[in-house]
Nanobody, 120 residues
Framework: VQLQASGGGLVQAGDSLRLSCAAS????????MGWFRQAPGKERELVAAINWSADSTLYADSVKGRFTISRDNAKNTVYLQMNSLKYEDTAVYYC??????????????WGQGTLVTVSS
């Protein structure tokens, strides 16, 4: 499975962005998916995860109420809608596949990352 993340960019605090993660090579419709991020000098952390049927989600406390994870299994794609962005959301965002956990080690597939930069 190849995961292609896109949608990152440079925005101002308070703006919104939507990240997309398109899977290819095989369907991920029966797999949990997640978004992680890693800021300079910090460890990779879970941002949000969604189970295969989209009826259960996990969020980091720091993004609850601002970010929403969703998926379109027909398109083999997972999204991360990010609203009210803050400077501290600046990081490289990674899409991860076949897992549903706070732990990065529980995921089998990883995308290449997309950079989100939020100016204050």
């Amino acid at each position: 499975v190849q995961l292609q993340a896109s949608g990152g960019g440079l925005v101002q605090a308070g703006d919104s962005l939507r990240l997309s993660c398109a899977a290819s090579g095989r369907t991920v419709s029966r797999n949990g998916m997640g978004w992680f991020r890693q800021a300079p000098g910090k460890e990779r952390e879970l941002v949000a995860a969604i189970n295969w049927s989209a009826d259960s989600t996990l969020y980091a406390d720091s993004v609850k109420g601002r970010f929403t994870i969703s998926r379109d299994n027909a398109k083999n794609t997972v999204y991360l809608q990010m609203n009210s962005l803050k400077y501290e959301d600046t990081a490289v965002y990674y899409c991860a596949g076949r897992g549903y956990s706070m732990l990065s080690s529980d995921y089998d597939y990883w995308g290449q990352g997309t950079l989100v930069t939020v100016s204050s």
